[in-house]
């Protein structure tokens, strides 16, 4: 167990009280010893403390360093670079210091995982996503944009209308540091309305496309449309 998790939560039973109340005990081991016991906990029963009241002795706010490769994958050989590609008329293939020379905007938001761990007011600099499709100039036919990772795996998607919005962004800063790479840097993207798994980590692409294309998580399971409070993050009822 560590807190490199391969996975958000799994889908499926539902977490009875005498099992939370069993692994209370494992979490008060984990708050004792900041071992990894609690991260495991609290990555498996983060909504369930919550939504039990327990939140108050149990801590879920903190960071989690999530990579469904297992790894914290190298920039690309040759260097960074962030390509706006697909249903465009100017293609953009910008270095990090073009991106970072673009004008800055700043947001502060919590993030939270679909899992039930949230960070409060975390403070993030980059560049609108609208942005940067103004630039590329977004052909009528898109409709929708995807995103990839240069760990390889990863995936997102979002519709036009949702990458548009002002809360929507390519950060390169967090806090008041560069992006560690462990937090997905040099760039990730920054979807604030939406849980975690919409923010890509390691960022390298963004595609305008016909369609929305469900991305890595969504292809497992989990929503498209994911409004922190008004998704589940899942598409199964049961959970
Ligand atoms: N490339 C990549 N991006 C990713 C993930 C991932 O595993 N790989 N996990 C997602 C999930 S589920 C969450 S909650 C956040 C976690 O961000 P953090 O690892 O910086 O805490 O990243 C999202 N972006
Ligand atoms: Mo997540």
Redesign the pocket.
């Known amino acids: 167990m560590s807190d490199v998790a391969d996975s ?1 939560d799994r889908p499926g039973r539902p977490v009875g009280r005498r099992v939370v109340l069993g692994l209370l005990g494992l979490g008060a081991v984990g708050v004792a010893t900041g071992s990894a016991v609690q991260g495991w906990f609290d990555d498996h029963l983060g909504s369930a403390v919550r939504a039990s009241g327990l939140g108050s002795v149990v801590p879920i706010d903190r ?7 297992g790894s914290f994958p190298d920039p690309p050989r040759g260097g960074f670079r962030l390509r706006v590609s697909g249903l465009v008329d100017r293609p953009l293939d910008l270095t990090l210091d073009a991106l970072e020379g673009l004008p800055t905007v700043e947001l502060t938001r919590d ?1 939270q ?3 039930g761990w949230r960070v409060p007011d975390v403070h993030w600099t980059g560049v609108r996503l609208r942005d940067l499709l103004d630039r590329a100039g977004v052909r009528p036919e898109g409709t929708a944009l995807r995103f990839t ?1 240069f ?1 390889g ?2 995936t997102e998607s979002l519709t036009l209308e949702q990458g548009l919005r002002d809360d929507v962004l390519v950060a390169h800063r967090m806090g008041d540091a560069p992006i560690s790479r ?3 840097g040099p760039v ?1 993207l920054v979807v604030a309305p939406m ?8 960022l390298d692409g963004v595609e305008v496309t016909e369609r929305v294309r469900p991305g ?2 969504e292809v497992r399971g989990y929503d498209v449309d994911a409004w922190v409070g008004r998704s589940n993050g899942r598409t199964d009822p049961a959970t």
């Open positions: 958000p960071w989690r360093y999530y990579t469904v490769t993030f995982c679909v899992t990772s760990d795996d990863y462990e937090h997905g990730r849980y975690g798994y919409k923010s890509v980590k390691w890595y998580w």
